[in-house]
T-cell receptor
C-alpha cells in the first residue's frame, strides 16, 4: 500500500534562507508524487508533481522537488524563503483511485 | 482556471442536526472527493465519486453520506451531526485523463458542531 511520511510538522527558516521540506514515500508501483500548499483559510493548491521523466521537477513560486527512487524521497526545496511562503505544505502519492496525503509541514518564515 | 466552490466557508450546527455541504466544480471533471482536515492528521478521505450517481467509501465514511446527481455537484451529508465531526471539510475534483491525477480544491468549510 502507498503511504507518505513528512518529516517535521513544523519548520522555521529566516527570510532569504534555504527551504527544505522532507517527504518519504512508500509505493509498490512507480509513484506519482505531488506537493500541495495551503495558505491560511484556503484550500490546497498544487505546487508541483512528478509522474515520469525528469526527476527534478520545477513548480510555482520558485519551488522544486527531486524524485530519488533509491532513497524513496521527494523533498521540496526553495533557494531563498520569502515571507509569503509561510503556509502548510502537503506531500502526496497516488494510491489507486485515491491520493494519499502526508500529515503536513507548517513552514514559518522569520523576518 | 478550474474553480471549485463550496456552499459555506463557516457553519455552526447543533448536535443531531442534518447538515448538507455542497460542492460545485466548473471544469467538467469526472472525479470528485470529500476530505476532512484535522490538525496533525492531514487530509482524510471521506467519500469519492468517479461518475454521476457513483460513490465509493473512503477511509472514514462513518456518519457521512454523499450524493452526486449531476456531474458538477457533489454533496456531503451529515445525517446526525456530532461534536466529533467538528472539522474543516475540503472538496476536490480531478479529471479522469490518464496521467492527470492532480486535484483541484475548494476553499473549505469550517464546520463547528455544538
Amino acid at each position: 500500500a502507498q503511504s507518505v511520511t513528512q518529516l517535521g510538522s513544523h519548520v522555521s527558516v529566516s527570510e532569504g534562507a534555504l527551504v527544505l521540506l522532507r517527504c518519504n514515500y512508500s509505493s509498490s508501483v512507480p509513484p506519482y508524487l505531488f506537493w500541495y500548499v495551503q495558505y491560511p483559510n484556503q484550500g490546497l493548491q498544487l505546487l508541483l508533481k512528478y509522474t515520469t521523466g525528469a526527476t527534478l521537477v520545477k513548480g510555482i513560486n520558485g519551488f522544486e522537488a527531486e524524485f530519488k527512487k533509491s532513497e524513496t524521497s521527494f523533498h521540496l526545496t526553495k533557494p531563498s524563503a520569502h515571507m509569503s511562503d509561510a503556509a502548510e505544505y502537503f506531500c502526496a502519492v497516488i494510491g489507486g483511485f485515491k491520493t494519499i496525503f502526508g500529515a503536513g509541514t507548517r513552514l514559518f518564515v522569520k523576518a | 482556471d478550474v474553480k471549485v466552490t463550496q456552499s459555506s466557508r463557516y457553519l455552526v450546527k447543533r448536535t443531531g442536526e442534518k447538515v448538507f455541504l455542497e460542492c460545485v466544480q466548473d471544469m467538467d471533471h469526472e472525479n470528485m472527493f470529500w476530505y476532512r482536515q484535522d490538525p496533525g492528521l492531514g487530509l482524510r478521505l471521506i467519500y469519492f465519486s468517479y461518475d454521476v450517481k457513483m460513490k465509493e467509501k473512503g477511509d472514514i465514511p462513518e456518519g457521512y453520506s454523499v450524493s452526486r446527481e449531476k456531474k458538477e455537484r457533489f454533496s456531503l451529508i451529515l445525517e446526525s451531526a456530532s461534536t466529533n465531526q467538528t472539522s474543516m471539510y475540503l472538496c476536490a475534483s480531478s479529471p479522469r485523463q490518464s496521467g492527470r491525477f492532480e486535484q483541484y480544491f475548494g476553499p473549505g468549510t469550517r464546520l463547528t458542531v455544538t
